[in-house]
């Protein structure tokens, strides 16, 4: 077998590459429209859980689960 000379698969290969080149071109489009929806997304601020977790330390439940008997 000599791949640079092939007998039986010359023109399916050759269709191959075609579907496969186009195939990675819409990829790679789609790719890039994904990329700019999500740049264009805001960015959020992320809420103060100290607060909340100060609350959580001090409560009665948790004393009592975390204080040795």
């Known amino acids: ?7 039986f698969a010359r023109e399916r290969i050759q269709q191959v590459r075609e579907v496969v080149r186009t ?3 819409a990829l790679s489009t789609l790719d890039e429209q994904y990329g700019a929806i999500y740049r264009q997304h805001p960015f ?11 609350a959580l330390l001090e409560s009665p439940g948790f004393r009592r689960a975390t204080d040795p008997p």
Do not use: T
């Open 23 to 25: 195939k990675s071109e």
């Open 1 to 7: 077998m000599d791949p640079a000379h092939l007998l």
């Open 44 to 54: 959020y601020d992320s809420p103060d859980f100290v607060q909340a977790l100060r």
